[in-house]
């Protein structure tokens, strides 16, 4: 049976595919899964028309991600850490207090998207990625000062 994919599906295909799978499978699984359709000519139509509102969703996502980066550029963010006198900190600065100082500043962000390479251990000023979107990366700017 020919279907189209409606989702990215592990092991078949990617989103708008057209492929060939047995009966029972479509039937059975990725039809009522809303997986999938059938392969007729007013599904290509409406495959289209689904890509195209997909891609214009996606762009708008992208452009809010944009102007989400201006804001974390434009922004340098200060920790205040407990530390030796070697500048050595008594713990390490975590995702979880970045995202506080950021929420602080009027700026949400999810947990996962801030890269941290190494441990903040020490005082000093860090050039932190921030994964606003699979073609939006934007660097953040932390000072971790002295208590």
């Given at each position: 049976?020919?279907?189209?994919?409606?989702?990215?599906?592990?092991?078949?295909?990617?989103?708008?595919?057209?492929?060939?799978?047995?009966?029972?499978?479509?039937?059975?699984?990725?039809?009522?899964?809303?997986?999938?359709?059938?392969?007729?000519?007013?599904?290509?139509?409406?495959?289209?028309?689904?890509?195209?509102?997909?891609?214009?969703?996606?762009?708008?996502?992208k452009?809010?991600?944009?102007?989400?980066?201006?804001?974390?550029?434009?922004?340098?963010?200060?920790?205040?850490?407990?530390a030796?006198?070697?500048?050595?900190?008594?713990?390490?600065?975590?995702?979880?207090?970045?995202?506080?100082?950021?929420?602080?500043?009027?700026?949400?962000?999810?947990?996962?998207?801030?890269?941290?390479?190494?441990?903040?251990?020490?005082?000093?000023v860090?050039?932190?990625?921030?994964?606003?979107?699979?073609?939006?990366?934007?660097?953040?700017?932390?000072?971790?000062?002295?208590?």
């Amino acid at each position: 049976m020919k279907i189209i994919l409606t989702k990215d599906v592990e092991k078949l295909g990617k989103e708008g595919d057209v492929i060939e799978v047995k009966e029972g499978f479509a039937r059975n699984f990725l039809l009522p899964q809303g997986s999938a359709i059938k392969a007729t000519k007013n599904s290509f139509k409406e495959i289209e028309e689904l890509k195209k509102r997909k891609d214009k969703q996606d762009e708008k996502i992208k452009n809010e991600a944009a102007q989400f980066k201006t804001k974390i550029e434009a922004l340098s963010l200060t920790i205040i850490a407990e530390a030796k006198d070697t500048e050595e900190l008594y713990g390490s600065v975590t995702e979880q207090q970045i995202l506080k100082a950021l929420k602080d500043e009027g700026l949400t962000l999810d947990k996962g998207k801030i890269a941290i390479p190494e441990q903040i251990k020490k005082l000093g000023v860090y050039n932190l990625k921030v994964k606003l979107h699979p073609a939006v990366e934007a660097n953040l700017r932390l000072w971790v000062m002295k208590k």
